[in-house]
């Protein structure tokens, strides 16, 4: 067996076509959605993935405001922007991207965002609306991981799912959304005793701790869905993600490919999340 492809750029491109028929339906009414992105400091990672974000907004209709400032920018000043942004009704989503400079208290920053712009997903309100099942904003990175379930027609209810890293932003959030679709979840991390004992018994694996070749194809039951978040680097400099690829796919029914596969779905929830604020601050306008 030889896994199918979930592909992450063809899914993107799907969900973006239909992110901008809905902008367009949104300028109609009046409404531009707007999304601010923040960067502090000269972080070349985050140059980069900044860009990539404005970029997307602006392919998909959405209105983009990128808003840079020095590394040296006091927690004060940084606070009292994100008020500034909050009180910007051509503003609907805020995202300060991270790592913000030693400084700054990141914590601090994120709650400060309204949770009605919390495109991230981070504020704790968004946390606490994902626990208890309430709308909110859900973190795109697992958002998207969802999406790509969807994609393949793939029902969650009954089946057996693993999730390999524990963190804010991936590992918890995507244990609830699991849950949320009727799956039962184990949630793996680097005090987990055997994997491998884990990760055999499941019919979907999600792996998130930023460690290449976490998950080898000896782990992987036959048949399963593997879908990797990790970033990381081969000994060659390539980008590559936490699964053995080329040994996974041989047993996996689905493997999403590094890159090409979570990467994109991340930002275009991102787009989905912008949209949908501004959805909501014209439906209560």
């Known amino acids: 067996m030889t896994a199918q492809l979930i592909d992450g750029n063809a899914l993107s491109k799907q969900?973006?076509?239909?992110?901008?028929?809905?902008?367009?339906?949104?300028?109609?009414?009046?409404?531009?959605?707007?999304?601010?992105?923040?960067?502090?400091?000269?972080?070349?990672?985050?140059?980069?993935?900044?860009?990539?974000?404005?970029?997307?907004?602006?392919?998909?209709?959405?209105?983009?405001?990128?808003?840079?400032?020095?590394?040296?920018?006091?927690?004060?000043?940084?606070?009292?922007?994100?008020?500034?942004?909050?009180?910007?009704?051509?503003?609907?989503?805020?995202?300060?991207?991270?790592?913000l400079p030693a400084h700054i208290d990141a914590q601090k920053v994120i709650e400060a965002i309204s949770p009605l712009k919390d495109v991230d997903g981070f504020h704790i309100a968004s946390a606490g609306a994902l626990m208890t099942g309430m709308p909110g904003f859900w973190p795109?990175?697992?958002?998207?991981c969802m999406k790509m379930l969807e994609s393949i027609g793939y029902d969650l209810k009954g089946k057996h799912a693993v999730v390999i890293g524990r963190s804010n932003i991936v590992g918890k959030p995507m244990a609830l959304m699991l849950l949320q679709k009727n799956a039962t979840v184990t949630i793996c991390h680097s005090a987990t005793r055997d994997l491998k004992a884990q990760t055999l018994q499941a019919d979907v694996i999600v792996a998130a701790v930023g460690k290449r070749n976490v998950l080898t194809a000896d782990m992987v039951k036959p048949g399963a869905v593997v879908l990797d978040v990790g970033m990381n680097r081969n000994d060659e400099g390539k980008l590559c993600g936490d699964v053995d690829f080329?040994?996974?796919?041989?047993?996996?029914?689905?493997?999403?490919p590094v890159p090409g596969g979570v990467g994109p779905m991340t930002i275009t929830m991102l787009l989905v999340n912008t949209l949908e604020a501004a959805e909501r601050a014209a439906a209560g306008a």
Request: aromatic share 2%.
């Open 15 to 99: 969900l973006r076509a239909q992110v901008a028929e809905r902008a367009t339906a949104l300028k109609a009414q009046g409404v531009t959605p707007g999304l601010a992105v923040v960067l502090v400091g000269d972080n070349q990672a985050s140059q980069v993935y900044v860009r990539n974000k404005v970029k997307a907004c602006q392919d998909s209709g959405l209105h983009s405001v990128l808003e840079k400032y020095e590394a040296d920018m006091s927690e004060a000043e940084l606070l009292a922007r994100v008020e500034a942004l909050n009180n910007d009704p051509s503003i609907h989503g805020i995202l300060v991207q991270l790592p």
């Open 140 to 144: 795109c990175t697992p958002y998207g």
């Open 246 to 256: 080329d040994g996974v796919r041989e047993v996996a029914s689905h493997i999403t």
